[in-house]
């Protein structure tokens, strides 16, 4: 029996991946950018077996047996086993796979990016694979393929029609910016009601705004944005971070039907964080949401105590806005 255990960090996008050019090889209509966070605090932790006594591939999630008959993970297991270099039977052995994730699953907290980038990482080693593994997570899920680097990630949206040039790198490793923490703010934790695969084919089928900004305004901001890192501008990083986040959630609602991710709470938080920034009179702290009502702080160490007394203050744990925050460091790798 062979067995591979990984982890692979959660990721939270700073510049959003929101539209596929191509549906079935995950191909994005623009560049994006994310920090992958502590793995030892939101991670995905996934052990693969194979065995020539199996007589099927199988897959647990959480505990619980899940179908394997899955497109995006036929076409993840497909690839690695067509690309692994093993070549003495073992190949052809069946494959048992067990995933666990210690946050919620599918509230926005990207848990597929994990799983997809752990269960690639963890299955290339098994089959001895030598090729990019960001190309192959991203065949389970677009954002996984960013979750395979620690630190800060882009992900190159790239030209070829086959899609052999859209792959991650890494910008820079989490110690280069330190002092960068993020605080979850968990506002719901329930299924998500449109998942973002659903919601964001239909941008691409009814927005103009999505025309728009994948060509008008993300080549820019993605541009500024990896210099902001490199040069850890905190400002212009949290302004960017801020805009980019509002955009994709208008283009979410310039989709039709529209796909509505934000509640009252989320609503509320953003104007707290730009209440308190401009009280401060700097952009001390910058809010982003995926596609869910969760809210992602991304702050300097500093910073924390003070934005933590603020959101205690407004939103006091226990209260029907129910908030529950989760505290997080950047560093990261597999
Ligand atoms: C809003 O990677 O979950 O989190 O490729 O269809 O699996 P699929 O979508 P997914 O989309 C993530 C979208 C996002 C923004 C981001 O992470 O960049």
Not at 317 to 329: K, L, S, V
Request: proline share 4%.
């Amino acid at each position: 029996m062979n067995i591979v255990t990984c982890t692979a960090p959660v990721n939270i996008a700073v510049i959003k991946y929101w539209g596929k050019r191509n549906e079935a090889l995950i191909l994005p209509i623009n560049d994006s950018i994310s920090a992958s966070l502590d793995v030892a605090q939101l991670c995905a932790k996934t052990t693969v077996m194979s065995c020539p006594t199996f007589d099927s591939d199988r897959i647990w999630l959480n505990g619980r047996e899940e179908s394997i008959d899955n497109e995006r993970l036929q076409s993840c297991i497909r690839n690695i086993k067509r690309q692994g270099t093993l070549s003495t039977g073992m190949e052809k052995w069946k494959v048992h796979i067990c995933s666990i994730n210690n946050f919620p699953t599918a509230a926005g907290l990207a848990s597929s990016a994990a799983g997809y980038a752990c269960l690639s990482t963890a299955l290339a080693k098994l089959y001895k694979v030598n090729n990019d593994i960001s190309a192959i997570a991203r065949t389970g899920s677009g954002s996984a393929c960013r979750s395979v680097f620690g630190g800060f990630v882009r992900w190159y949206m790239g030209v070829d029609a086959e899609g052999t040039d859209s792959i991650a790198k890494q910008i820079v490793p989490a110690s280069h910016w330190p002092e960068m923490r993020i605080i979850i703010l968990v506002v719901d934790d329930l299924r998500k009601k449109i998942s973002s695969a659903i919601g964001m084919q239909r941008s691409v089928q009814t927005s103009e705004l999505l025309r728009y900004r994948a060509e008008h305004c993300v080549p820019k901001r993605i541009e500024e944005m990896h210099q902001a890192i490199i040069h850890k501008n905190f400002e212009k990083f949290a302004e960017l971070t801020i805009k980019d986040s509002n955009q994709m959630h208008a283009v979410c609602l310039d989709t039709y039907p529209p796909c509505s991710y934000l509640t009252d709470v989320s609503h509320a938080i953003s104007d707290l964080i730009h209440a308190y920034n401009n009280a401060v009179h700097s952009t001390k702290v910058a809010y982003t949401n995926d596609a869910g009502p969760n809210t992602v702080l991304y702050l300097l160490e500093k910073n924390v105590p003070e934005i933590v007394g603020v959101l205690q203050h407004f939103f006091p744990p226990g209260n029907d806005q129910n908030i529950d925050y989760i505290r997080g460091n950047l560093p990261s790798g597999i």
